[in-house]
């Protein structure tokens, strides 16, 4: 297979050494639970924009823009996907669409469980499931979730890895 070529050129940040964030570990998970906060925030937000025609604050924490449930779902997508990063694109879409799915119904769930209340109600939806998700959203991770792996991870994980391991 060919080496993998950086995106930029630039100057070894760590002389040489090993990143800290070199493969996948926690300091790694950890950036992409934050960025992954950002990016749904800034996803939903335009999305709400673009099917309703109104700006919505999307954040789920106190300050900033920042929603845990998106950053659990990078950290998910990140940790379950890895070992698919070489598979075909179809079986990291059906793989993505289900784990997408399967989290949208948990996080439904215990929404439901812990506050009593109900964010995704989907039961008048066609091909839903229990209400809390359905197969066009499972549609909808599935390319989410080729798009992170192909695209996004790469980039993302080499971005993590020229921090200096000064930092």
């Not at 998910?76 to 990291?92: D, E, G």
């Amino acid at each position: 297979s060919k080496p993998r070529r950086r995106m930029w050129r630039h100057k070894d940040v760590n002389n040489g050494e090993k990143s800290f964030a070199d493969g996948l570990n926690l300091y790694k998970i950890l950036w992409v639970f934050a960025v992954g906060c950002v990016i749904g925030v800034v996803f939903e937000t335009f999305y709400v924009y673009f099917m309703d025609g109104v700006w919505m604050r999307r954040s789920g924490m106190l300050y900033g823009p920042f929603n845990q449930v998106y950053g659990f779902g990078a950290v998910l997508f990140t940790v379950l996907l890895y070992r698919f990063r070489h598979k075909n694109a179809l079986i990291i879409f059906t793989v993505s669409g289900l784990i997408g799915m399967a989290f949208e119904y948990v996080c439904s769930w215990i929404q439901e469980l812990v506050f009593g209340s109900v964010s995704l109600e989907y039961s008048d939806m066609a091909a839903n499931i229990g209400g809390r998700t359905n197969l066009f959203y499972g549609f909808g991770w599935g390319i989410m979730g080729l798009i992170f792996l192909t695209h996004t991870w790469p980039f993302l994980s080499e971005m993590i890895e020229r921090i200096p391991n000064t930092i």
